[in-house]
């Protein structure tokens, strides 16, 4: 599966102000800025599982950027509007998170959007930045009407991306992923709210670590790799779960732990094979050529990738399966 460009969002408080640009223009490079009106839908689950999970996915017409647009803490997916419902990547890509449940219009926002770009002497943009003012509507019963801010780097080099991502934390703006955390429009700054309990400190690693798992699912499902990433979350997930026994309930924490461990078996199988095939190959490759007989290397290639493709397809099923929705659910 193909994705789109990496795109990093951020939630905004009323009152925020945009920080100054101007000093990161190059010489003879400009300040570009522009307003558009947007009209889309968004879309979403009836328990609102993407909201939860600091995603937004939607269809927008009429613009440059015409098209389906899922967005979130490391995810960026792009696709174009064709059919009437939700592309088949899309839906295929975020199965684990709406665990299997329907995606439908939840609302119609009308959103301002004011493009800044900082272009080079050739006119090529070296960092894209939006900011939204939305107004949503929401579809159905109840209905209602909901103001949301929000600041996007569309395009960006990377020194320049990361100059400007701390700008926008430095501003008060905060990713997606922390909103339902912070549901008030005043984000803490560095200093305030310290964790004081121990609840207080593994609360937001476990949050961490599971943001990493669901992160590593929509990578995965979009083709991309994120098994040792995803691996290495679960682990830390366990760790606390063995560590701090006595902070939860004794059954759910050991009920979640066996599913993390069947989880983490099933990418443990892709990611040794994979090991185990770089380092093989390595080893018949500083072998002299004369004590090598027959084609060795493709050998192994081709024996260690039938070997991936039944783990990859395991792996696949299990993606798909009841036990893991109701992993990610728990």
């Given at each position: 599966m193909a994705g789109g460009s990496v795109r990093q969002s951020f939630d905004l408080p009323d009152d925020w102000n945009l920080p100054e640009l101007t000093d990161l223009v190059p010489a003879d490079g400009a300040l570009v800025v522009e307003t558009q009106l947007l009209e889309c839908?968004?879309?979403?689950?009836?328990?609102?599982?993407?909201?939860?999970?600091?995603?937004?996915?939607?269809?927008?017409?009429?613009?440059?950027?015409?098209?389906?647009?899922?967005?979130?803490?490391?995810?960026?997916?792009?696709?174009?509007?064709?059919?009437?419902?939700?592309?088949?990547?899309?839906?295929?890509?975020?199965?684990?998170?709406?665990?299997?449940?329907?995606?439908?219009?939840?609302?119609?926002?009308?959103?301002?959007?004011?493009?800044?770009?900082?272009?080079?002497?050739?006119?090529?943009?070296?960092?894209?930045?939006?900011?939204?003012?939305?107004?949503?509507?929401?579809?159905?019963?109840?209905?209602?009407?909901?103001?949301?801010?929000?600041?996007?780097?569309?395009?960006?080099?990377?020194?320049?991306?990361?100059?400007?991502?701390?700008?926008?934390?430095?501003?008060?703006?905060?990713?997606?992923?922390?909103?339902?955390?912070?549901?008030?429009?005043?984000?803490?700054?560095?200093?305030?709210?310290?964790?004081t309990s121990l609840a207080g400190l593994l609360t937001p690693y476990l949050t961490a670590q599971y943001g990493a798992i669901v992160a590593g699912d929509l990578n995965l499902r979009a083709g991309r790799a994120a098994v040792h990433e995803t691996r290495i979350a679960t682990r830390r997930y366990r760790t606390v779960l063995h560590e701090f026994a006595p902070r939860f309930v004794a059954e759910r924490a050991l009920a979640l732990d066996q599913a993390l461990s069947w989880y983490a078996d099933l990418l443990g199988a892709a990611r040794d094979l994979e090991i185990v095939r770089a380092h093989l190959s390595a080893a018949a490759d500083a072998l002299a050529p004369e004590l090598v007989l027959g084609p060795v290397a493709a050998r192994i290639d081709e024996s260690a990738a039938a070997a991936l493709t039944q783990a990859q397809e395991q792996l696949d099923r299990a993606l798909r399966s009841r036990r893991y929705f109701a992993l990610l659910a728990e």
């Open positions: 839908s968004d879309f979403d689950t009836a328990r609102h599982d993407l909201r939860g999970h600091g995603l937004h996915l939607r269809r927008q017409s009429g613009v440059a950027d015409a098209g389906w647009h899922l967005t979130g803490p490391s995810t960026a997916i792009d696709q174009p509007l064709a059919g009437r419902g939700v592309p088949p990547l899309l839906r295929a890509v975020l199965l684990g998170v709406r665990g299997g449940s329907a995606l439908t219009a939840v609302a119609r926002t009308r959103t301002e959007r004011v493009l800044h770009r900082i272009v080079d002497a050739d006119g090529a943009a070296l960092l894209e930045l939006a900011v939204d003012d939305s107004t949503a509507t929401a579809v159905g019963e109840p209905a209602g009407t909901s103001r949301s801010r929000q600041v996007s780097i569309r395009v960006g080099r990377k020194q320049l991306r990361r100059q400007v991502v701390h700008r926008l934390e430095a501003s008060g703006a905060w990713p997606p992923a922390l909103a339902a955390q912070h549901p008030t429009d005043e984000h803490p700054s560095a200093g305030e709210r310290r964790p």
